[in-house]
C-alpha cells in the first residue's frame, strides 16, 4: 500500500474535523430540541461546533481511532499472510468444477483491474466489511452523542439551578432566568416557569450570585 504523506494528513485532518462538526451538531440538536429550540436560530459558528464536539464526542473520536488500528492490523495481517489467496482458493473448492467461471477471460484492451480484481476478490471484500463496519461505528457514536444531550437536557429541565442565573437588561420584570445556551446572535434563555425564550447576548447579564456558588 502506497502512502503519499500530505494527501493522507489532509484528508485525516478533514475527516476528523467533519467528525468533530458533525458530532457538535447533533449534541446542539438533541440539547437544544429538548427545549422546542432550533440550533440554527442561534446562529452557531462552525468553530463553536468543532470546539463542542470536540468536548462532548472526544471519547467516541476514540474508540473509532482504536477501532481504525485494530482494522488496519487486522488487514495487515490478512495481506502479509496472503490470507486472501488461501481464502479464494478454500472457497473456490466448494464450487463445482463445471459451475467455474473460465480461468482466461477475454477482456478489453487496458481492462488489467478486472484481472486484480478477480485475483484479490477476498481483499476487496475485506475492505469493504471493514469500511461499512467503521461507518456503523460512526453513526453509532453519533446516536450515542444525541442521547447523551438529551439526558443532559433532561436534567437541566428538572433542575434548572445547574444553569447560570441571568438577568436581561432592556426588561424591567425581575423573573429570575437561566442561560441555557448562547449562539452569535441569539442566546436561549428559560425562567422558573419553564418558559424559553430568545435575547440578544449584549442584553444578557450574569448575575453575581453565580460566582458566589463557585467561590463557596
Not at 429538548?34 to 464536539?53: E, H, R
Request: hydrophobic share 45%.
Amino acid at each position: 500500500m502506497k502512502f503519499n504523506f500530505s494527501l493522507d494528513v489532509a484528508i485525516a485532518l478533514t475527516l476528523i474535523t467533519v467528525f468533530l462538526f458533525t458530532s457538535g451538531q447533533i449534541y446542539l440538536n438533541g440539547y437544544l430540541g429538548y427545549f422546542l429550540v432550533d440550533p440554527i436560530a442561534l446562529n452557531f459558528s462552525v468553530q463553536d461546533k468543532i470546539y463542542l464536539g470536540f468536548f462532548k464526542g472526544i471519547n467516541q473520536f476514540l474508540y473509532l481511532c482504536t477501532a481504525c488500528l485494530i482494522m488496519f492490523f487486522l488487514r495487515y495481517i490478512f495481506v502479509y499472510f496472503d490470507l486472501a489467496k488461501k481464502l479464494d482458493t478454500k472457497l473456490l473448492s466448494y464450487i463445482p468444477k463445471n459451475e467455474r467461471s473460465p480461468e482466461k477471460v477475454l477482456r478489453i484492451h487496458n481492462s488489467q483491474q478486472y484481472d486484480e480484481l478477480d485475483k484479490n476478490y477476498s481483499a476487496v471484500v475485506i475492505n469493504s466489511l471493514l469500511i461499512l463496519a467503521l461507518l456503523w461505528g460512526t453513526f453509532q457514536a453519533f446516536i450515542y452523542i444525541e442521547k447523551k444531550s438529551k439526558i443532559v437536557a433532561e436534567k437541566v429541565m428538572n433542575n434548572l439551578d445547574v444553569l447560570p442565573k441571568i438577568k436581561i437588561e432592556e426588561q424591567s420584570d425581575k423573573t429570575v432566568r437561566y442561560l441555557l445556551k448562547c449562539g452569535s446572535t441569539l442566546c436561549a434563555v428559560i425562567d422558573e416557569k419553564k418558559n424559553v425564550s430568545m435575547v440578544e447576548p449584549k442584553n444578557v447579564v450574569y448575575l453575581s450570585s453565580n460566582f458566589d456558588k463557585k467561590a463557596s
